[in-house]
T-cell receptor
Framework: DAGVTQSPTHLIKTRGQQVTLRCSPK?????VSWYQQALGQGPQFIFQ???????QRGNFPDRFSGHQFPNYSSELNVNALLLGDSALYLC?????????????FGPGTRLTVT | GDSVTQMEGPVTLSEEAFLTINCTYT??????LFWYVQYPGEGLQLLLK?????DKGSNKGFEATYRKETTSFHLEKGSVQVSDSAVYFC????????????????FGQGTILTVHP
């Protein structure tokens, strides 16, 4: 079982550019959540996808968008990058249901905006 | 909204010392509570969880008890090892009275633990 995988590992972009981050969930999981972790802070919830739809969204601007594919993998897109978008972006997968399902985290993508 | 507050860090201990990391929360409904650990250069790993009041989560010698009356979920370990050095995050997943599926995790700011030989 490969667990949650993310790509790329590291990324450097310039202010104003756009970036796409990718996530493959753990085998058997159908829900993907994205988190932003600034240096020295706890992760902040961006949004969650299930059945290719955004189910929940945190307090992030519309510059942050996402997508989930039929195979449950997901992308996070950030437009018009700001210096403040520099962070570790974590993807977590889980199985949606009536009982809480543990979220498994990937190793993250380190985004640096210069 | 939901929030989690962890004790100010960092925490530095000698091997075999007793560890306590305090965590308190604010949430509506009946949240589930978690402790995650992040080793250098790695993602988050679930350390333990508790899904209802008075539940005790435990794993690898770590324990935490869900105290609804004090809205707390303090992490403890009787004898820490150098390998326990990491960042520890307290988190909650908001529940609601309907018991529907849980979604986002709300994290505390993290506590850096360093254990010296």
């Amino acid at each position: 079982d490969a667990g949650v995988t993310q790509s790329p590992t590291h990324l450097i972009k310039t202010r104003g550019q756009q970036v796409t981050l990718r996530c493959s969930p753990k085998s058997g999981h159908d829900t993907v959540s994205w988190y932003q972790q600034a240096l020295g802070q706890g992760p902040q919830f961006i949004f969650q996808y299930y059945e290719e739809e955004e189910r929940q969204r945190g307090n992030f601007p519309d510059r942050f968008s996402g997508h989930q594919f039929p195979n449950y993998s997901s992308e996070l897109n950030v437009n018009a990058l700001l210096l403040g978008d520099s962070a570790l972006y974590l993807c977590a997968s889980s199985l949606l249901g009536l009982v809480y399902s543990e979220q498994y985290f990937g190793p993250g993508t380190r985004l640096t905006v210069t | 909204g939901d929030s989690v507050t962890q004790m100010e860090g960092p925490v530095t201990l000698s091997e075999e010392a007793f560890l306590t990391i305090n965590c308190t929360y604010t949430a509506t409904g009946y949240p589930s509570l978690f402790w995650y650990v992040q080793y250098p250069g790695e993602g988050l790993q679930l350390l333990l969880k508790a899904t209802k009041a008075d539940d005790k989560g435990s794993n690898k010698g770590f324990e935490a008890t869900y105290r609804k009356e004090t809205t707390s979920f303090h992490l403890e370990k009787g004898s820490v090892q150098v390998s326990d050095s990491a960042v520890y995050f307290c988190a909650l997943s908001g529940g609601n009275a309907g018991g529907t599926s849980y979604g986002k995790l709300t994290f505390g700011q993290g506590t850096i633990l360093t254990v010296h030989p």
